[in-house]
């Protein structure tokens, strides 16, 4: 089971990334997915969760508005298309495969 991230980096105030994690190793279209993310000092916070086929989706509160999650099973894919991103975005997203697999994060960060 592989789950990698991939599109962090540094955007300034009011820029916008998309974030991808490309899964193998396990039936994905199965799976909801979420992504999380950890700011220094913080705990894990979910942001975002979408249903296996992708109907249904969740937004934490800081991030309803800005932030779009999608999939796209053909490709084994899960995206996070990020907008309007603050400082206080920045942190490590990780994607998850709920409840059981975990990408290695990839680094956000928003600083002009």
């Known amino acids: 089971v592989q789950l990698v991230e991939s599109g962090g980096g540094l955007v300034q105030p009011g820029g916008s990334l998309r974030l991808s994690c490309a899964a193998s190793?396990?039936?994905?279209?199965?799976?909801?997915m979420c992504w999380y993310r950890q700011a220094p000092g913080k705990e894990r916070e979910l942001i975002a969760d979408?249903?296996?086929?992708?109907?249904?989706?969740h937004y934490a509160r800081s991030v309803k508005g800005r932030f779009t999650i999608s999939r796209d099973n053909a490709k084994n894919t899960v995206y996070l298309q990020m907008n309007s991103l603050k400082p206080e975005d920045t942190a490590v997203y990780y994607c998850?495969?709920?409840?059981?697999?975990w990408g290695q994060g990839t680094q956000v960060t928003v600083s002009s």
């Open positions: 998850n495969a709920r409840p059981a697999y």
């Open positions: 190793g396990f039936t994905f279209s199965r799976y909801a």
């Open positions: 979408i249903s296996g086929a992708g109907g249904n989706t």
